[in-house]
């Protein structure tokens, strides 16, 4: 079992940042892929970025590609998605997601532990 919890999320102005973090327990760390995905009231939850197991290989989904890093800490057992540029459309619950056998998934169905989620909020 993996345990994930979310923190950094909040309310934040349009063109803001914000770091979000996702701590890990319960398994190796650096065994697993991990990813950030959001969900937007109304609407399916979506990829926004993973990270391979030792953190050389990064995917992005278009929407943040440039606005957005993501990292890890194999040390620490911590993931981040650093949030840049930040939009009124990027208002959702946030959440990570650990993989156990996918290398840089995109879907939902591909990661088997999730976090609890947390909320960003942009104003315009």
């Known amino acids: 079992q993996v345990q994930l919890v979310e923190s950094g999320g909040g309310l934040v102005q349009a063109g803001g940042s914000l770091r979000l973090s996702c701590a890990a327990s319960?398994?190796?760390?650096?065994?697993?892929?991990m990813g950030w995905f959001r969900q937007a009231p109304g609407k399916e939850r979506e990829f926004v970025a993973s990270i391979s197991r030792t953190g050389g290989v990064t995917a992005y989904a278009d929407f943040v590609k440039g606005r957005s890093t993501i990292s890890r800490n194999n040390a620490e057992n911590t993931v981040y998605l650093q949030m840049n540029s930040l939009k009124p459309e990027d208002t959702a619950v946030y959440y990570c997601?650990?993989?156990?056998?996918?290398?840089?998934?995109?879907?939902?169905?591909?990661?088997?532990?999730w976090g609890q989620g947390t909320q960003v909020t942009v104003s315009s």
């Open positions: 319960g398994r190796s760390f650096s065994s697993l892929s």
């Open positions: 997601a650990a993989s156990v056998s996918t290398w840089l998934a995109r879907f939902p169905r591909e990661y088997d532990y």
